[in-house]
Each structure stands twice: as structure tokens, then as C-alpha cells.
């Protein structure tokens, strides 16, 4: 199977700070990269669905100027935490796809705590 | 909207059991079907992706049925090993709807192998 890489795997920030995620394609380029939310003990939230060179579609309810995504290249997308706060905290996973229906592979999740 | 339901929500067998676990979705206009294993703390395994004209997969100890007309789907692990714990989700790929092409999760199965 193909390999994503989630970075970093957890991360502690200070309440008003921002945090940079990055999913990267190890070894394929995706076209079509996705960001989800999981709350403890319930599944995947889809945040956003990016795509190389153009703006990420948000989900209903997610806030577009604190979860900013940038998908610059075909082997990697950013999800940046913007003035953080403690309610934000959450695991953040990402997953990535060759094309827009093939299988999704999963980075390792980053744990995400706000103090 | 696509409803995913998997049944049984959480399953303890005692190792070397074969072992059946559920997946149901109410709208059939799916791409395909995709059966993830997920540790704790951890990012989504895939292991399984069962296409819409398929009616199963194999991989090893694991088999994935897929009746989509019916709106269901079943993992079936063969001889279960205490390696074998964890949560099992399985995902559709949309095919229509408001959720076009993006994936739409159950809220897992958690199983426990105990030796």
C-alpha cells in the first residue's frame, strides 16, 4: 500500500498560538488530500477536502480562518490551528488518495493538546 | 444523507475464533467500500477496498463481503490472534448526495482477542 506521513504525532501549544500539521505522499502523488477530526471514542468528522492548486472546501460548521489548509504541492498538504484553544484540542488525521475515488490512505494522526 | 451502522458496536472472542463483523449503509449509490483497522492513538490502516461491482476481497485472514443493493457489508477475520484487537471502521466512497465523492464512516466495531 502507499505511505502517508503525518507530522508531528502530537504537539502541546499555548491558548492563542497557531500549529502547523503536515500530511505528506511518501511514494505517490495525490491529487485529492483530506483532513478529519476524531473526538474520543467516535469516529472521523470530515473537516475539508484540498486539493492540489486550489482551495480547500470546507465542511459545514468548520471555521475556514482558524483551520487553514494549504495543499501547494502533490505531496503535501498543511493543516494550520490558528489561535489555538483548549476546545480545538482533538487527534487530526489526514488521508490521501492517487485519484478522487480510489483507496484513501491514512497518515498516523497528531494528537493535538492546547493549554 | 449516508448512514453507515456497524454492528456489534464492541465484541470479545477468545483467540482462534472466527468472527463476522457488520457494516450497513442506506444509500447504495456508493464507488466502493473500504474496511480500516485502527490502534489506539493511532492513524487508519486500510484493509480492504471493495469496488462497487465487486461482491468481495481477500487478504490473508481477512475477507470482506460487499451487497450493495442491500446496503451491506461484512469483514469476516478467520482465526483470530490477540494481534488482531482493535477498532475496526468501515467507510463508503459517495456517489451521490451532498457527500459526493468523499468517504462516510461507521462509528467502528471495537474487538478484543483475548488468548
Known amino acids: 500500500g502507499a505511505v502517508v506521513s503525518q507530522h508531528p504525532s502530537w504537539v502541546i501549544c499555548k491558548s492563542g498560538t497557531s500549529v502547523k500539521i503536515e500530511c505528506r505522499s511518501l511514494?505517490?502523488?495525490?491529487?485529492?488530500m483530506f483532513w478529519y477530526r476524531q473526538f474520543p471514542k467516535q469516529s472521523l468528522m470530515l473537516m475539508a477536502t484540498?486539493?492540489?492548486?486550489?482551495?480547500?472546501?470546507?465542511e459545514q460548521g468548520v471555521e475556514k480562518d482558524k483551520f487553514l489548509i494549504n495543499h501547494a504541492s502533490l505531496t503535501l498538504s498543511t493543516l494550520t490551528v490558528t489561535s489555538a484553544h483548549p476546545e480545538d484540542s482533538s487527534f487530526y488525521i489526514c488521508?490521501?488518495?492517487?485519484?478522487?475515488?480510489?483507496?484513501?490512505?491514512f497518515g498516523q494522526g497528531t494528537r493535538l493538546t492546547v493549554v | 444523507k449516508q448512514e453507515v451502522t456497524q454492528i456489534p458496536a464492541a465484541l470479545s472472542v477468545p483467540e482462534g475464533e472466527n468472527l463476522v463483523l457488520n457494516c450497513s449503509f442506506t444509500d447504495s449509490a456508493i464507488y466502493n467500500l473500504q474496511w480500516f483497522r485502527q490502534d489506539p492513538g493511532k492513524g487508519l490502516t486500510s484493509l480492504l477496498l471493495i469496488q462497487s461491482s465487486q461482491r468481495e476481497q481477500t487478504s490473508g485472514r481477512l475477507n470482506a463481503s460487499l451487497d450493495k443493493s442491500s446496503g451491506r457489508s461484512t469483514l469476516y477475520i478467520a482465526a483470530s490472534q490477540p494481534g488482531d484487537s482493535a477498532t475496526y471502521l468501515c467507510?463508503?466512497?459517495?456517489?451521490?448526495?451532498?457527500?459526493?465523492?468523499?468517504?462516510?464512516f461507521g462509528q467502528g466495531t471495537i474487538l478484543t482477542v483475548h488468548p
Open positions: 488521508s490521501a488518495q492517487k485519484g478522487t475515488y480510489t483507496e484513501a490512505f
Open positions: 484540498s486539493n492540489e492548486g486550489s482551495k480547500a472546501t470546507y
Open positions: 467507510a463508503v466512497r459517495n456517489a451521490g448526495g451532498t457527500s459526493y465523492g468523499k468517504l462516510t
Open positions: 511514494d505517490f502523488q495525490a491529487t485529492t
